[in-house]
Structure formats: C-alpha cells, structure tokens
C-alpha cells in the first residue's frame, strides 16, 4: 500500500502519526482513503467546496499534483506522498552587483579573509563582490541570529536589520545572536553591538519599525537580496511581494518544531515566488506559530545558515541556487528533501498578467483585524481576568477550571489547586461527558485564544455558564502568582 506523510503541524488530526498508509490508485482515492481514516483532516485539507485549500500542496515524490494530473496523478507503492502546509520562514546579475565598481580589500581584510581567498570560488573578485553587497534580513530572531552572525563574519558590506522587538529570557533557547545580557534590551541594538564586534568592517543599517506596506518599498529597494526571517504570514507575503516588485532574490526560510523550510525565490531569473508555492495564507489560528507550537532551539540555526549558504552563492555567483526548488528539513528523522517548484503562469504577481501592482493591506489579506482581538468578535463569549477568577475562587464559588493546553505544558504550570481538569482543545469535543453543562465553567489555556475556540465548542454544544479566562495562565502568572514558571 502507498504511504502519505504527515507534516508536523497536521499530525494532531492524524492520530500523531507521521505517515499514513492508504489504499488507491490516484491521489484522488489515496487522500479519500486518508480522510477516511482521520475525518478531522478533511476541514484541513479542503474548502467548503471541496476543494484542496490552496495553502495545502501535494506532492507525489518530488512533483507538486497541480503541475501534474491533480486528482487523476497515478501512484503506486513505490512513490513518495507527502503533504507540504505552509510553514507562522538564479543568481544575481553583474549589473546588480556592479562588478566595475567592487571596492578593493585593505591588508587587514585581506587577512580576515584569507580562508575564503585562497579558494578559487571566492578569491578576490568574490570577496570584493561580498563587500560591495547589501543584504536585508527581516527580523533579527530565530533565523535571523544565525544569518546575521556568519553574513557579518562572511564580509558583506552591508547588512540591514528590520526589527521591533525587545530580548526577552524565551529567546535566548535559539536566537544567539543575543545574550543574557541584553534581556530587555531592543534586539535591533543587542544585534547591531554583536555583529560589529564579529566585524567592524562592516556598515550595519538598522530599521526600528515592522515592516510594513508604507514602508517595505522604501526599505526594500536599498538592498540587492532580501531574506524572510519572519514568523508571521503578513510579513511573509509583503516581504516576497515587495522582492518581486522590485526584482530582488527573496531568500525564503520557515520553521516549526522539528521542520524547516528553506528556498530561493526569484521570478527575475526563472524562478517561482512565495505566492506561486501559496496563493493565500491559511486561516489565522489554524496553523500554529513557534510561539504557541514551539521550535528545537536548533532548527533556525540549520535553516538560516542555509539561507546564509544561499545569499552568498548568489552573490559571488558559484553553484546552482535553491530557485525552483523547496527544500524540507526534518530533524527528527535527520532528512532533507527537495521538491520542484514551479513559477504559476497564473499567479497574480509574477505570473504572466499580474495583478497585484503594488503592496496591499497584508493584515487583512491573511484575515487579522489588529485592532479587534478576535474573542471580542464573538457573540456570547464571556470573559473572566484573572483578578475576577482569584476573587471568586477565594470566595469560595464552585467553578470548573478547564485547561485546555497540551499536558506538556500543564507539567510546566497548571491550576491543579483549584482543581483545574486537563482537556487538551483537540480533544474537548469528544469529551463533552467530563464536563456538566450544569456547572459554571471556566476555559483557560496559556495566553487565551486556544480557550476562546473551547468556548465556541462548549457554546455549539449547548453549555450556557461558560467563560474564557482572559489571558490565561501567563496573567495568572503575572498577576496572582509571580512564583509559577512562564513559558
Ligand atoms: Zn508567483
């Protein structure tokens, strides 16, 4: 029988599983037998029309089935299934790195970068082409550590930084380009001190700000490749759609517990772009973030070095770059595989008769209303802070605490002593018996958005006392109880 694998971040519909046997002959029979099985999957995979979501590709071995015969693809035993979801991660012509204008090295570069020297791919002309580049890394985290630090110990003249965050401790697990030190320092500041320390040779440009439509254009233009190291989808789309825009190599990486993702994208030399591999971003909340699913601390460290890898190929020009070519990391099973990427002829922005002329609002194209947390949307949800829950439990008033977090993280923290009850969300549906409609019921997760969506289960089911703790756990921790753990 042929197997499909499961990607990480669909494994909880799946039974865990990581690969799946099926019956069938076509894709088509393969995914029904599959979503026979795991009904769950089903709202995942496809529309309310049936149709495959468009942030959900499928591949048989390395070829994506829209490229081949859709649902009618034959497989057979031997062939590699797998599902590729979206992940909240040519070369440069001369005329765009200027050759007649490569700036020479001083006796002290010269040292510095004798190990690329006296290689023939580098050699002088390539590090003089590394000088005279200019490389925008969005973000200054995760990805951005690693790029960041062997970029400036590489020698490219110029790097810029766009980031708006602060250090904070749950960084340092992965982000190294920061230290203890710098808790609470902007980590524009915290990167800029430690990549000047790694070189001063270099001309370091920070932008305080997110990136966004106003000013990516502006910033963007400056600079001859851009690298995603983002975390979110709006960043992602508007970081490739101002690359194509102005027709600059996008250097793609994304990670999410134990899987990365990395690519080139570069429509200019042949190649697809973010939206020709993911017309649209998923729904917000159905695919989890590093923040709420978690990251190995590692996993940024293999894939930015690899966008690393990738920038600096395209600068001195040697080798074959990732255009046209999505490569997976699975650090589990310790394998990379690579898949064809193919430009869409049809895709609004670098297809043949585009659409998308200039940046569009990206917070609503990927469905976020920032200004509107989306509990507040939803007619009937109650919430309760954490200051209220605390009043009434020490009143003494019966009230059911749900958790609906993982028990990973229960072990980290919990309301045990008020008699909190682990549900896990996944699971708060199939056991709607453990929980009395009759009781005044209180859901709580980490930050409060996973017991939003409990509520809306227990509020479909016909619960009517029901409440969502504002800000879950996390507010407990920093408004009642400074001694629990955060995370
Ligand atoms: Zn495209």
Request: glycine fraction near 10%; include cysteine.
């Amino acid at each position: 029988m042929p197997s499909i694998s499961i990607p990480t971040a669909l494994r909880q519909y799946a039974g865990n599983l990581d690969s799946i046997a099926v019956e069938g002959n076509t894709i088509g029979e393969a995914l029904a037998s599959l979503t026979g099985q795991f009904p769950d999957l089903k709202k995942h995979l496809y529309d309310g029309a049936g149709q495959l979501r468009s942030f959900v590709n499928i591949y048989v071995n390395d070829e994506d089935i829209r490229y081949q015969r859709q649902n009618d693809t034959p497989i057979s035993d031997a062939d590699d299934i797998s599902i590729i979801p979206s992940i909240a991660g040519g070369v440069v012509t001369e005329d765009e790195i200027k050759t007649a204008a490569l700036p020479d090295l001083s006796n002290e570069e010269v040292a510095r970068y004798s190990r690329h020297l006296i290689m023939p791919e580098v050699g002088m002309e390539g590090q003089r082409r590394l000088k005279a580049a200019s490389i925008l890394l969005i973000g200054a985290g995760g990805l951005g550590s690693p790029l960041g630090l062997y970029l400036a110990a590489a020698g490219v003249g110029r790097l810029g930084i766009v980031d708006f965050d602060v250090v904070d401790e749950s960084n340092l697990q992965r982000q190294i380009v920061h230290g203890t030190k710098d808790v609470g320092r902007p980590k524009l500041q915290s990167a800029k001190d430690r990549l000047s320390d790694i070189n001063p040779h270099i001309q370091i440009d920070g932008y305080e700000t997110a990136l966004r439509s106003e000013n990516a254009l502006g910033i963007v233009r400056d600079y001859d490749i851009i690298i995603d190291g983002t975390d979110n989808f709006q960043t992602r789309y508007l970081a490739n759609d101002a690359s194509v825009l102005l027709g600059k190599p996008n250097v793609y990486g994304s990670i999410f517990r134990f899987d990365g993702q990395a690519s080139v994208f570069y429509p200019k030399a042949g190649g697809p772009c973010y939206r020709c591999l993911y017309p649209e971003p998923p729904p917000p909340g159905l695919v989890p973030s590093c923040a709420e699913g978690g990251v190995l601390g590692i996993l940024p460290g293999i894939i930015g070095v690899i966008q690393a890898t990738e920038a600096i190929k395209l600068i001195i020009g040697q080798g074959e770059p990732l255009v046209g070519r999505l490569l997976l990391f699975d650090a589990l099973k310790m394998k990379f595989r690579e898949l064809k990427l193919r430009r869409n002829p049809d895709c609004p922005l670098c297809g043949d008769n585009p659409t998308i002329r200039e940046l569009i609002d990206y917070d609503q194209f990927c469905g976020i209303t920032p200004t509107k947390p989306q509990t507040e949307e939803k007619p009937g949800m109650r919430e309760l802070t954490v200051t209220e829950l605390k009043e009434r439990l020490d009143r003494g008033d019966k009230l059911t605490i749900i958790d609906v977090r993982e028990p990973h993280e229960w072990q980290i923290a919990n309301l045990e002593n008020y008699g909190a009850k682990l549900i896990p969300l996944g699971q708060v549906a199939q056991r709607l018996n453990e929980i009395d409609p009759g009781d005044e019921i209180v859901m709580q997760c980490k930050m409060g958005g996973r017991s939003a969506k409990a509520c809306q289960v227990l509020d479909q089911a016909g619960y009517k006392n029901v409440w969502n703790l504002k800000g879950g756990i996390t507010a407990w921790a920093d408004q009642i109880d400074r001694s629990m753990p955060k995370y």
